[in-house]
Structures are given as C-alpha cells and as structure tokens.
C-alpha cells in the first residue's frame, strides 16, 4: 500500500482481523541494539540523559560496596540492549509480516508495563523476544476510532536467565480523526523567576537514599515519596536523551547510513517542509511536524517519564531495595516548555512468600495541575533479620514467558 492508495491511513476492520494474525509470533527486530553490552560508559550516558547520577549506575568503585557486588545498570537500561531472538522466519512468517496492516495511522504509547527479575551487571548481554499479543480496537475523544495493540517485549542474558519483561501498549489511530480534533490549544507563558527558583530549589533538595537501607518495618501506608521534577523541558533534553536511549524506532546512524535504511522503510522518512526525507520521530523536537499532525507542538517520549519515575523510586529504595513492577498510563502529552513533577504515596504493604512488598500510587503531573502520567508500582525491600529476594519470573525461558504472557491476555485473571 503506498500514500496514493484510498486506504492508506484508514483503519478497517480487515486490518485489525490481519494484525490479529500476528499474536503470539516472534517478530523479529530490524535493526541491531543501541548498546551490545553493558559498560560503564553507556550505563553512565543513559543514567545522565534522564539527570540520574546514583553513584549505584554511575559510579563502578561504589557497586563492589553493595549487596549487588559491583556497578549495576539503572532499571529501563534494557530499553538500548536487546539482540534479536526471534526464531529465522519461514516464508509463511515473511507473508504474515510483510507490510504494516496500520501504515499511515498515527500511532500513540498509552501504557508501559515492566516486570524486574534480574539486574544487569557490567559485561552483561542481553537477547530480545518480540511479539504482539492483542489488539482491541476502541473509540475515544482523541483519535476516534483506533486498534490498541500490545506487545511483549522479554529479555534475557546470556546464560537464558529472563531478566525483564516490558508490555507495551500502543493506540494506532487515524492521523485525520487527531487533525480535526485540534481541541487542545496551547498558549505557554515565560517563567518568572520565581517559578525558576522554585525548581531549582526542587533539584538542590534531591536525595539519594543509597546505602541506607529502607526498612519495610519503616513503611507506613499513606507516607509520600520526596518529589522531584523533570524540566523545564527543552529540546537540548531530547537530544541528551537520545544519546543514552539511541533512537529506537529508526536506527541510529546518519547521512548514507539513515539512507540504507530509508531505501528499506521509506515510510520512517516522511518528507519535511523542505521536502527532504527525514524521521518520523522529528515530532518531538520539531514543532512545525507536530501541528502537521494535529498536536500543538513537539513533545517528550512516554520512555522518558517512565525512566523518570524509576528515578523517584530507585532513589526512595535504596541500594538494597528492589524494583519488582511499574505500570504507567500516557494520558496526556509533555510539551516543550513544561515541567513534571514527580509524586508519589504509599497506599498498601504486606509479606508475601519471602517477599516484604510495598504498594506505590506515582504520578507525573505538570506546571498546570494537570496528571499528565499517572503510575503505579510495587517494590521489595529488607526487613531488619532479612535481605530482599529478588522475585521469579512466570516461566525460567523467554519462550514460556510469550505462552505466559498469550495466557494472560486470554484471561486477565492469571
């Protein structure tokens, strides 16, 4: 289908039976990982891009002082790793992945989930499965009609130890439906300096809790997290967190590079004001390609706020806490110019075989009172008479994870 063709950008109901097709079937991963490996020097780019500097992810002399025996990537690191694991393709494979059945719909991260069972150490090398496992197509507000589509991604190391499990759900809407809808306008004010001074406060409070452990006899239901804040956001912050995340949708790579690619993928290079092809990620930092798109300006990745509220939590926890699980909604976007405030409360702790679990409600909310990503997450910590034991995954391979995960979608419940 190419740009001409009446279908193009349309959602129907034939396209979401064709995307359905695909559940449960490893895809592969198009282009090789941002990081092979885990090194001090990427793990010290990606903590910096999203402004952590826990001696924990940054520092390799303090890592051998804690429970975890040396310097240990932050908890969205698995995001820039990941070499393919899925299984060479057979034809029938190749037909059922040729083409995309959404081309042309805008597309729109609404949820990410993430499980923690192993961290990544220096040296470490991770494998990646890939695979949709639903689409529910859905009415809204924003985009009219749309198909919600999610996929697992889980990663393991090189001894086949899972390690993560991230699911993400995407809604794929029609850009028309978004152009029309045009409701949101967007008139920014300058900071004064007074609003200035009172995040910069907000940065010089920041603390680290470290080597300190946080005791779950310590923890009470209704105790809020120290807040921080992510901005003002600025283009510069986009750019800086690329080279930590890599580009991730196209590959990272430029001039002849980026067009190797573009003659595979012309559709991930739409043509700008100059009618030049380039990435269809400039929405984030080209304000002109965003209002094309019916959206008031460029904005910040859903990764970014994700990251964000694992720095909150890592930082909350201490070196000998544990973060098992996050779920975070995107309801509304970040634009250029605003400022996040992270928050968080207890709201429930209990034992749970071995494991001393504490509920966390976050959110990320910004300058105008507005809850932009709202989150929760569950995490581990020591007792007094005990260490943290880091949790199980559902199955001991990637592949039983995919059938554990198929299951789940099938019944909730599980």
Not at 303 to 313: Q, S, V
Request: glycine share 8%; proline share 8%.
């Amino acid at each position: 289908m190419t740009l001409t063709d009446p279908g193009f950008g349309v959602l129907t109901d034939e396209k979401i039976e064709r995307s359905r097709l695909r559940n449960g079937v490893p895809e592969r991963i198009p282009h090789a990982p941002h990081n092979y490996e885990v090194t001090w020097d990427g793990v010290r780019h990606f903590a910096q891009a999203y402004g952590d500097d826990n001696p924990l992810f940054c520092d390799p002399d303090y890592g051998p002082t804690t429970r975890w025996g040396g310097m240990i990537a932050p908890p969205a690191f698995h995001y820039t790793m990941g070499e393919d694991a899925a299984p060479k393709p057979d034809a029938e494979t190749k037909a059922l992945f040729r083409g995309d059945p959404f081309a042309g719909l805008g597309s729109y991260q609404a949820v990410m989930e993430f499980e923690w069972w192993r961290p990544l150490h220096l040296g470490d090398r991770l494998h990646c499965l890939r695979s949709q496992v639903g689409v529910v197509p859905k009415t809204s507000e924003f985009g009219g009609r749309s198909a919600h589509v999610t996929r697992a991604f889980i990663y393991d190391n090189a001894q086949g130890e899972p390690c993560v499990i991230r699911r993400g759900t995407w809604i794929n809407a029609e850009r028309t439906a978004s152009k029309k809808r045009k409701k949101e306008v967007l008139e920014p004010e300058p900071y004064t300096p007074e609003q200035l001074a009172e995040i910069d406060a907000a940065y010089e409070a920041e603390e680290c809790r470290g080597a300190e452990p946080r005791y779950w006899e310590d923890v009470e239901v209704g105790d809020s997290l120290p807040m921080k804040v992510k901005g003002p956001l600025v283009t510069t912050d986009v750019v800086v967190w690329h080279v930590g995340w890599g580009m991730q949708l196209t590959p990272n790579g430029a001039f002849g590079h980026a067009y190797k690619i573009r003659k595979k993928a012309p559709g991930l290079y739409p043509p700008n004001a100059l009618n030049i092809p380039d990435t269809v990620q400039r929405l984030h930092w080209e304000p002109e390609r965003a209002r094309e798109l019916g959206i008031p300006t460029s904005y910040d990745y859903g990764a970014m706020r994700e990251t964000w509220l694992t720095h909150l939590l890592t930082d909350w926890i201490g070196d000998d806490g544990w973060l098992w699980k996050l779920s975070v909604q995107h309801r509304g976007f970040n634009y250029m110019g605003d400022t996040t405030w992270l928050k968080g409360q207890v709201v429930d702790k209990r034992q749970v075989d071995g494991r001393n679990e504490v509920d966390i409600e976050l959110w990320c909310e910004n300058q105008r009172g507005a809850i932009t990503s709202p989150a929760t997450a569950v995490v581990l910590l020591p007792t007094r008479s005990a260490s943290v034991e880091l949790p199980d995954p559902p199955a001991d391979s990637r592949d039983g994870i995919l059938r554990y995960e198929m299951d789940r979608i099938a019944d909730p419940g599980l």
